[in-house]
Nanobody, 125 residues
Framework: QVHLVESGGGLVQAGGSLRLSCAAS????????MGWFRQAPGKEREFVAA????????YFSGAVKGRFTISRDNAKNTLYLQMNRLKPEDTAVYYC??????????????????WGQGTQVTVSS
């Protein structure tokens, strides 16, 4: 497992942007597929975006595709989520996750082995 710490959340007006970061501990960060999930009050956790260990493949939910970008810097052990054109419905606690399994399976099951503590994103209308 890897220890994950998210940062960068906050309050932003609709149409604005935020960049979330997820710092990972350990020397094997580059072996892990990484993902972002979110959970709004009263709702189930949902998949947002994921990236393969090399960064060559990225995946997005339909709700954020075209507005969010996921990237990683393996030299810095850091995952990013650039969120543009934010909407009130993007309000949620955002979590990063890591696992060494196949990324397509991970996106389908959400069964990542390591999770961060979450960072709050609030988008005002």
């Amino acid at each position: 497992q890897v220890h994950l710490v998210e940062s960068g959340g906050g309050l932003v007006q609709a149409g604005g942007s935020l960049r979330l970061s997820c710092a990972a501990s350990g020397r094997t960060f580059s072996r892990y597929a990484m993902g972002w999930f979110r959970q709004a009050p009263g709702k189930e956790r949902e998949f947002v975006a994921a990236i393969s260990w090399s960064g060559s493949s990225t995946y997005f939910s339909g709700a954020v595709k075209g507005r969010f970008t996921i990237s990683r810097d393996n030299a810095k052990n850091t995952l990013y989520l650039q969120m543009n054109r934010l909407k009130p419905e993007d309000t949620a606690v955002y979590y990063c996750a890591a696992d060494a399994s196949d990324i397509v399976v991970l996106i389908t099951t959400g069964d990542f082995s390591s999770w961060g503590q979450g960072t709050q994103v609030t988008v005002s209308s």
